[in-house]
């Protein structure tokens, strides 16, 4: 079956500091991730997918098959980026999207 | 265009009372689907549906019932609430599985 796992549940990093949350999955075929992030009081939004492989807010993430690893990685975090981040995970075969159980990351001043 | 609209906002249920979480979309997406937000369980699928007439069970089904009769709207059905089902219930819907997700504001429901 497929999964998502996010081992942090809270990420608190400094200001200035780089960030990474991780994100592991688990399926044998080739899987479509993405980042989904959730600001205060506003409303999930898609952040990045893999395929895409671009750079949102400064955020990238680069798909490790061989690590099933999707990390979310930023070099210098800003307050802004405080919110709920979710890696996600679909398969058109399965035609389901599976989240993980979130990180929180809080940046302190 | 108003996206994806969730109604009710906030709902108090006693246990064993029915309710139903209405969801409608106005991009004429075939996607849509279910999940509910509990606190370090992250966002679970409850049911999902790939165009007008298909539904089919997510992740943590039971309790909830769906359907979808036409393409804008999918409604998820509590028959008799458990407090077990007190959550945040979020709705989405895409083009298809692999495109971006667009979510409703979320439901808060509690059952005493």
């Known amino acids: 079956a497929q999964r998502v796992t996010q081992p942090e549940k809270l990420l608190s990093v400094f200001k200035g500091a780089p960030v990474e949350l991780k994100c592991n999955y688990s399926?044998?075929?080739?899987?479509?991730l993405f980042w989904y992030v959730q600001y205060s009081r506003q409303r999930l939004q898609l952040l990045l997918r893999?395929?895409s492989r671009e750079s949102i807010k400064g955020f990238t993430a680069d798909l490790n098959k061989g690590e099933t690893s999707f990390h979310l990685k930023k070099p210098f975090a800003q307050e802004e980026d405080s919110a709920m981040y979710y890696c996600?995970?679909?398969?058109?075969?399965?035609?389901?999207?599976?989240f993980g159980s979130g990180t929180r990351l809080s940046i302190r001043p | 265009n108003a996206g994806v609209t969730q109604t009710p906002k906030f709902q108090v249920l006693k246990t064993g009372q029915s309710m139903t979480l209405q969801c409608a979309q106005d991009?004429?997406?075939?996607?849509m689907s279910w999940y509910r937000q509990d606190p370090g369980m992250g966002l679970r699928l409850i049911h999902y549906?790939?165009?007008?007439?298909?539904?089919d069970q997510g992740e943590v089904p039971n309790g909830y019932n769906v359907s979808r009769s036409t393409t804008e709207d999918f409604p998820l059905r509590l028959l008799s609430a458990a407090p077990s089902q007190t959550s945040v219930y979020f709705c989405?819907?895409?083009?298809?599985?692999?495109?971006?997700?667009?979510f409703g504001e979320g439901s808060r429901l509690t059952v005493l």
């Open positions: 996600a995970l679909s398969r058109s075969s399965a035609s389901k999207i599976i």
């Open positions: 991009m004429n997406h075939e996607y």
């Open positions: 893999h395929i």
């Open positions: 989405a819907s895409s083009y298809g599985i692999s495109g971006e997700l667009f």
């Open positions: 549906s790939v165009g007008a007439g298909i539904t």
């Open positions: 399926y044998s075929g080739s899987p479509e």
